[in-house]
């Protein structure tokens, strides 16, 4: 009795064992479930009811929560407001980013490492504290950046850059860019690192100039990962909520209200969860196409 | 003689260049610090010092005594410590699984946790807010450590399936040819060599969860069970902004972060290339 015990158990062991490869796998295919598949099948549903924050559901209402979203007038704003700040942040983050890399990537710079890790810093950051440190340098009243710019002439009062309708944006753009940059550059200094001493060599050679070696030489090297960062970033900055949210709540007068924004005013500010979870929808197929994107930019580079 | 000269010309140019970005990096953080620091009256004045002659830890003591700061931060640690040690550990023996896949199932399951991390926050909320309440979970600390797996764990197994895959499968074959079994392979040989990687990847973990924000703003309602993001935006309202409170509180919430990150700085990029780029 006792050793057909022991048998059995030593038997649950061994299957353990013998498909441990496959139970590892158990907890995570139960969390990717939840994180992919039952968000997906909950937004859609949802996004067809009239759910209410509080109210909750009461009936099946169709396309209604698309058509109203689609017809709204500040949905169209948000679409252009995402524009703004996805276009302006990723051509600044990638300017700074591939200038500092290629400043780095220099020969005869030294002490590289320390560059780098100053210039890091702010990717370090949590969000929260990158707004508050920015709302406090462009400050009306005490900010260092307003008396500095009276200071060298090139504005006569300070400016309150976050509530202005003309500087808003550019400022938020400014601060997302200073927030990101780091990781760009880090990234394509790390590519450029890749490519053989021997082809600068060649370059200099063949007596080309800085610029027909960045053009020949250095860009077809990184190509790939640039192009990989870009979709990367755009994802990210398309995506970015709290950035904004912490500065401005997508004022003034709903210039900065992009696409993440109105969303969740949608859901949590004037409780409509079924037109949020329908502005989720047209966020997934948005998304959808860009990691299509990224997916295609991967097999360019399997190739 | 020229040549050199140019060659001379250039290199200042190229460190000067790089010292502007670094002023560009550091500054506004040099900034934040310092301003921490000071009495209140050097923090109002106008024009501002940029080097302070006097030197005050009264924003330090407000914030620790007269503010919630404590509470926020002992929920944030709790949280993150939480959730880090969930996802890393499914994280681990997900990603040894998948590291030791044929080709094919390797390729869909790193697809599928690229896809994870790539979802955005906004998109997951409603889901998430709607499943946590059914289950009664909404304004729980349990809830919120339930949503920041969300991200957590995608990203561990991320940095881990690459790790694993570097640790050379003969080691595991010479253990089993000796009668080893696979959870003592995984346990004894596996894990002690894959210590790096998991120290690396709950360092992430927790330092995403610690600067989490949306979902605990949502989550969490009560105020004894906030976040310290959260609770740091709440400082914020009112007429009048506290400042130097919020320099100094800013400054504590970030410097673990900092801290981290320049620790593993080396594996962070190398690790996002091979993750990011190669999936």
Redesign the interface.
């Known amino acids: 009795m006792k050793g057909e015990k022991a048998g059995a158990f030593k038997n649950i062991t061994e299957l353990?064992?013998?498909y441990?490869?496959?139970f590892?796998?158990v907890?995570?295919i139960i969390?990717?479930g939840?994180?992919?598949v039952?968000?997906i099948v909950?937004?859609i549903l949802?996004s067809f009811t009239d759910?209410h924050l509080i109210r909750g559901i009461s009936k099946n209402v169709g396309f209604d929560n698309y058509l109203r979203i689609i017809k709204d007038p500040f949905f169209m704003n948000s679409l252009y407001t995402t524009l703004l700040w996805t276009v302006g942040s990723l051509i600044l983050q990638f300017s700074?980013g591939l200038?500092?890399a290629l400043?780095?990537n220099?020969p005869?710079?030294k002490a590289k490492g320390i560059?780098?890790?100053?210039?890091?810093?702010?990717?370090?950051?949590?969000?929260?504290?990158v707004t508050?440190?920015?709302?406090?340098?462009l400050?009306r009243?005490?900010g260092?950046i307003n008396?500095l710019l009276v200071?060298v002439g090139v504005i006569n009062n300070n400016v309150s850059w976050f509530s202005s309708s003309v500087t808003v944006m550019p400022s938020l753009v400014v601060m997302n860019t200073?927030f990101g940059y780091?990781?760009i550059?880090?990234?394509i200094f790390?590519?450029l690192q890749t490519i053989p001493k021997e082809f600068y060599e060649v370059a200099e050679i063949e007596g080309a100039s800085y610029w027909q070696t960045f053009i020949y030489v250095i860009l077809p090297s990184i190509k790939?990962?640039l192009i990989?960062l870009l979709i990367?970033r755009t994802?990210w900055i398309?995506?970015a909520?709290?950035m904004i949210y912490?500065v401005t709540g997508g004022g003034p007068n709903r210039m900065t209200e992009i696409l993440?924004i109105y969303?969740?005013n949608l859901?949590?500010k004037e409780y409509w969860?079924g037109r949020?979870?329908a502005l989720?929808v047209i966020?997934?197929v948005i998304?959808f196409f860009l990691?299509i994107f990224?997916?295609k930019g991967?097999k360019l580079?399997e190739e | 003689m020229f040549i050199s000269f140019k060659r001379q010309l250039t290199i200042t140019f190229v460190y000067l260049g790089l010292i502007v970005f670094v002023l560009f990096s550091i500054f506004p953080v040099f900034w934040l610090m310092s301003c921490s620091i000071r009495p209140l009256l050097d923090l109002m004045m106008v024009p501002p010092k940029i080097f302070s002659s006097e030197f005050s830890l009264e924003f330090y003591k407000n914030v620790l005594i007269r503010t919630s700061f404590l509470k926020l931060m002992s929920n944030s640690l709790l949280v993150a410590l939480v959730s880090t040690f969930i996802s890393v550990s499914f994280a681990a023996m997900c990603a040894y699984s998948i590291s030791r896949m044929k080709f094919r199932g390797m390729n869909i399951a790193s697809r599928g946790i690229l896809i994870a991390y790539m979802f955005p926050q906004v998109v997951l909320i409603v889901p998430l807010f709607v499943g946590l309440n059914r289950l009664g979970l909404a304004d729980t600390r349990l809830g919120l450590i339930l949503t920041h797996i969300t991200f957590s764990f995608p990203f561990a197994m991320w940095l881990l399936v690459s790790f694993f895959k570097t640790i050379p499968i003969e080691i595991e074959e010479a253990a089993k040819v000796d009668g080893a079994s696979n959870f003592f392979v995984f346990r004894m040989i596996i894990l002690p060599l894959a210590l790096p990687g998991i120290a690396t990847s709950a360092i992430f973990c927790f330092n995403l969860s610690w600067r989490e924000f949306l979902y605990a703003f949502v989550i969490i309602s009560r105020d004894n069970l906030k976040t310290l993001p959260v609770g740091l935006y709440g400082f914020i309202g009112g007429e009048y902004v506290k400042w130097g409170e919020l320099m100094a509180a800013s400054t504590l919430i970030a410097i673990p972060t900092m801290v981290f990150f320049l620790l593993i700085q080396r594996y962070f990029i190398s690790g996002l290339m091979a993750g990011a780029v190669k999936g």
């Open positions: 353990f064992d013998r441990m490869g496959v590892f796998l907890p995570g969390i990717m939840l994180i992919i039952y968000p909950t937004n949802l759910a700074f200038i500092t400043l780095l220099n005869n710079i560059f780098r890790t100053l210039i890091f810093v702010p990717y370090t950051l949590p969000i929260i504290v508050i440190l920015w709302r406090w340098i400050n009243f005490y260092i008396y200071a200073w780091p990781l550059a880090l990234s790390a590519g790939r990962i990989m990367l994802i398309f995506n909520f709290d912490l993440t969303g969740y859901g949590w969860i949020a979870a989720s966020l997934f998304l990691i990224y997916m991967l580079e």
